[in-house]
């Protein structure tokens, strides 16, 4: 004979998308998925990575990043880089 105990197994906790927030200004999407996609332009996200310890199949990688508007972006991230003599360079190509 086959004894049956029921057991309580507790709810997964997960973490979901429910918008982005531009970190400039505080403008923040309504329709953000958790494919990362957004009808919205809020989507920029500036990253930049640093690799160290490159080995056979691996190593280590160290990212920081920022999320901004693309009103923020371009009146207020590109004008200040090109303040400090950056020089904007935009590449189009299709997919």
């Known amino acids: 004979m086959i004894e049956e105990i029921e057991i309580e ?5 997960a973490k979901q998308f429910r918008k982005l927030v531009c970190e400039v ?3 923040s999407t309504t ?3 958790n494919w990362g996609g957004s009808d919205e332009k809020i ?8 690799t160290s310890n490159m080995y056979d199949g691996g ?5 920081t990043s920022f999320d901004l508007c ?3 972006f371009d009146n207020k991230l ?15 190509w299709d997919y």
């Open 9 to 13: 197994i507790p709810a997964k906790k």
């Open 25 to 27: 200004c505080g403008k």
């Open 31 to 33: 329709n953000y998925d």
């Open 43 to 50: 989507s920029i996200n500036i990253t930049k990575s640093h």
């Open 59 to 63: 190593g280590d990688v160290e990212e």
């Open 70 to 72: 693309e009103e923020c």
């Open 78 to 92: 590109v004008p200040f880089l090109e303040s400090l003599g950056a020089t904007k360079r935009i590449h189009e």
